[in-house]
């Protein structure tokens, strides 16, 4: 089957602006977690979903902030007000179930301009 | 407070040489590691796991090692190719936290 897939590869987007970044995990796969990574630099975790347990979100960095993930499956994480320190390549993963290997997306690298 | 970090930034080795990547957790509760291979341009791949009831496991080409006593991991590349370059990564999964990567390039 598919691996994880992430929309859009590249986003360009003006400083102050919403962004919206999608992910589709493997199908079956009840854990997705969000992930960003700055050039050069390791991943930093940011939102950890479980099933329909309440999502851990203790990485998010501010409340512009947020992810949902409907149905169990497609998630998305939006960015409100944009800021150039956001700019940075934002990685999904899935897990079958947590405590289990994760699958990574390609990821979408985000430009705030 | 907890974490997970990796010993060198980067390593450099000659192809045919072995490789060793060392990584230090905090969280003694964790009892599930996994080490991850990141290409250039891509999103990190499973290499190998390990779980807190074992010290060792081997792979294909690589072997982890795990010593709760001093909460440390490495991970072992038998006859490193250059295909093997990329950053590699260490996690304990128990809270999703990453270490920050080693680079290992491997000279022909």
């Known amino acids: 089957g598919a691996g994880v897939s992430q929309s859009p590869s590249n986003k360009v987007t003006e400083k102050g602006k919403d962004v919206e970044l999608r992910c589709d995990p493997i199908s079956g796969h009840t854990a997705l977690y969000w992930y960003r990574q700055s050039l050069g630099q390791g991943l930093e975790f940011l939102i950890y979903?479980?099933?329909?347990?309440?999502?851990?979100k203790s990485g998010l960095p501010s409340d512009r902030f947020s992810a949902e993930r409907t149905g169990g499956s497609v998630s998305t994480l939006t960015i409100q007000r944009t800021q150039q320190e956001d700019s940075a390549v934002y990685l999904c993963?899935?897990?079958?179930?947590?405590?289990?290997?994760?699958?990574f997306g390609p990821g979408t690298r985000l430009t705030v301009t | 407070g907890e974490s997970v970090g990796l010993h060198l930034p980067t390593l450099s080795v000659q192809e045919g040489d072995n490789s060793i990547i060392n990584c230090a957790y905090s969280?003694?509760?964790?009892?599930?590691f996994i080490w991850y291979k990141q290409e250039s341009g891509k999103g990190p791949q499973f290499i190998i796991d390990i779980r807190s009831n074992m010290d060792k496991r081997q792979g294909q080409r690589v072997t982890v090692l795990l010593n709760k006593t001093v909460k440390h991991l490495s991970l072992q590349i038998a006859a490193t190719q250059p295909g093997d370059s990329a950053v590699y990564f260490c996690?304990?999964?128990?809270?999703?936290?990453f270490g920050a990567g080693t680079r290992l390039t491997v000279k022909p």
């Open positions: 996690a304990e999964n128990r809270n999703m936290r």
């Open positions: 993963a899935s897990s079958f179930r947590s405590l289990h290997e994760q699958y």
């Open positions: 969280n003694s509760a964790s009892d599930y």
């Open positions: 979903f479980q099933g329909n347990s309440a999502p851990d």
